[in-house]
């Protein structure tokens, strides 16, 4: 199949599609050299299954007709876990698709199972099987097999039927609202704002020393300034075991910097090696009443029987209701419900609330009870 590498044949794609009630879009990227994600080639369909696949190399191709498609109010843009698809489009384009629907999110919400892959949701609801033969293949080079056009096509063609009928079973059962949160999370910008002064949490793991974690926000912070300025990857300026190291020993020298055995050889007389050593001196200076620890750092106290108990309650209720775990509640949220019946969590609010945040508060104060019968386990209510 032909690439769309002009302008105003693009225009023209997205003229057709920006008639239809939804259009299915995936793109293909490189990042390994890279901080920033290149974009290789996207993909379109229509509701008829006729798609389009978009050449971003092309030297005479202007994406702004996809990114006005992506613009339109008046068509769903449909895309299956699409948290990096946004991140590019965000990035080149200063925007972010509405409407806007994640298959992958609707499956959970449907009882999929946590993050079902596409693969697998094509072929329970398309009934179809996807050639995953070029699935890891160079998407920067020219010309595209016939294979790899093929695959990449199907990845938006077959996404038309496993829309539709997930759609179909969210209309059924009256579950629209539930995604709403999620999708507004995946089309915020702050999702996709890699905010240096953040860096640090990713990485700050189990540190519960306020001295530790204002070194590891400085170094982090500085690592992720030049991952970005050079666009190269977080790992060719400093590995994160690096990183980690650098926060719990706060070297303040050059000899001590060189002898942790996480930093190369010769690597604390460089530039970099100043830069890391003025990064600690920054942590340093922090005010540390300032300092937050991560609440997962924070540990749960003596709590740690009634989490499990809790995760066994959410397993039970997901199974009854036919919903993914993973789209109610995390490890983080039992966790502060069992140290806090008012803790500010997402599962204590709105439909979640009702479908399984009464239940683990019940659970807690005793009025409920859990029990295994005929293999499996049944919730109950007691006076």
């Not at 030297?59 to 613009?71: C, G, H, I, N, T």
């Not at 010309?143 to 496993?162: E, F, G, I, N, R």
């Not at 020298?253 to 090696?273: M, N």
């Not at 490890?331 to 019946?341: P, Q, T």
Request: glycine fraction near 6%; hydrophobic fraction near 45%; proline fraction near 5%.
């Amino acid at each position: 199949m032909d690439l769309i590498s002009t302008t105003p044949a693009l225009a023209d794609a997205c003229t057709r599609f920006a008639a239809q009630s939804f259009v299915t879009v995936d793109t293909e990227f490189m990042r390994e050299t890279t901080y920033y994600p290149k974009l290789c080639l996207i993909q379109m369909a229509g509701p008829d299954g006729s798609g389009v696949l978009v050449d971003p190399l092309s030297p005479d191709l202007d994406l702004a007709p996809f990114f006005a498609l992506m613009a339109d109010e008046g068509v769903v843009k449909v895309f299956h876990s699409a948290r990096q698809d946004l991140e590019i489009i965000w990035l080149l384009g200063g925007l972010l698709p509405q409407p806007f629907f994640d298959t992958q999110v609707a499956a959970m919400v449907c009882g999929y199972g946590d993050s079902v892959s596409y693969e697998q949701l094509v072929n329970d609801v398309a009934k179809a099987k996807i050639d995953k033969s070029s699935r890891f293949t160079d998407w920067s080079r020219r010309p595209l097999s016939d294979a790899q056009s093929s695959y990449a096509l199907s990845d938006v063609t077959h996404l038309v039927k496993v829309y539709e009928v997930l759609a179909g079973q969210l209309l059924s059962t009256d579950r629209g609202e539930w995604l709403d949160e999620e999708m507004s999370v995946l089309t915020s910008p702050e999702t996709y704002r890699a905010d240096p002064s953040q860096a640090w949490r990713r990485l700050a793991g189990r540190m519960r020393k306020p001295r530790e974690i204002a070194v590891l926000i400085e170094v982090a912070a500085w690592r992720e300034r030049e991952a970005q300025s050079r666009n190269v990857p977080r790992g060719r300026i400093l590995k994160d075991e690096a990183v980690i190291d650098v926060a719990s020993s706060a070297p303040r020298s050059v000899e001590a910097l060189g002898r942790l055995r996480s930093i190369p050889a010769g690597f604390e007389r460089s530039r970099t090696g100043t830069d890391i050593l003025a990064a600690v001196e920054r942590g340093f200076a922090r005010d540390l009443t300032d300092i937050a620890l991560p609440e997962r750092s924070r540990g749960r106290g003596g709590n740690g029987a009634l989490v499990e108990l809790l995760k066994v309650l959410l397993k039970a209720v997901c199974e009854t209701e036919g919903v993914a775990p993973k789209i109610i509640a995390s490890v983080d949220d039992l966790e502060a419900i069992a140290e806090d019946d008012a803790a500010d969590v997402p599962v204590l609010h709105g439909w979640r609330r009702a479908l399984f945040g009464e239940k683990a508060l019940a659970l807690k104060a005793g009025r409920l009870a859990l029990s295994a019968e005929g293999g499996r386990v049944v919730v109950r209510e007691l006076d």
